[in-house]
């Protein structure tokens, strides 16, 4: 007897057009646009001051198009092109956009409500750096004995790459150092994309991690 899935479990047919490469060219293009015209990242950055007075409430999903330099669009793409590559072909396109892109807006809106009870009203959030994040969570999850090398050196196993990154971020959270760097945004990131291996994919991270440790 095959069993019926609910709604939010049901997967997509596997499809696979490159959709990271899009994803990485629409943030290339939204780079550019603001060279020429600065007050179109204004407009599509999340500033919780601005979608509360002015009503701007597509910037939870516009700020992760957005990069604060050329070294914050360089690193973020990089990551998106190492791990997101991997993971569409594992996963299918389809899956792995909205993946990417429902991490990034829930990432954008739990980052908005923090701001606002906390009354943090004219930060301004940009990057892709909470779907980038989520996406090396769920790069470790389906490729636990993958080696990366740090700084193109130090081979590291990819879980234990996420787990030191979630305590660096946690740490640079608490302890406030590391400049305008969202760490909170990066934490949930990783967060969202535990939720949604866990519920959509039914996979667990701890358990693939535990496991590969074996090996």
């Known amino acids: 007897m095959v069993e019926k899935l609910p709604f939010y479990q049901r997967p997509f047919g596997f499809t696979y057009y490159n959709v990271a490469l899009y994803l990485i060219g629409a943030n290339v293009l939204v780079f550019l646009a603001g060279m020429v015209s600065p007050s179109i990242l204004q407009r599509l950055a999340l500033i919780p001051g601005a ?40 996963i299918g396109s389809n899956e792995f956009l909205l993946f990417y892109l429902l991490s990034g807006l829930l990432a954008g809106l739990l980052s908005f409500a923090v701001y606002v009870a906390t009354g943090t009203f004219n930060v301004a959030l940009v990057g892709a750096s909470g779907a980038v994040f989520a996406v090396l969570l769920a790069f470790a999850t389906f490729f636990p004995t993958a080696t990366i090398l740090l700084f193109g050196i130090i081979p590291v196993r990819a879980p234990l790459l996420v787990l030191g990154y979630a305590a660096l971020e946690l740490f640079n959270m608490v302890s406030r150092t590391g400049g305008n760097v969202a760490h909170m945004t990066h934490l949930i990131g990783f967060a969202v994309a535990f939720l949604y291996l866990v519920v959509r994919l039914r996979i667990n991270p701890i358990t693939v991690f535990r496991n590969s440790s074996r090996y």
């Open 51 to 90: 979608v509360i007075e002015l009503g701007w409430f597509w910037t939870p999903f516009t700020y992760m198009f957005v990069h604060g330099g050329t070294w914050h669009l360089l690193f973020n793409m990089l990551g998106l092109f190492f791990f997101g590559f991997q993971l569409e072909r594992r």
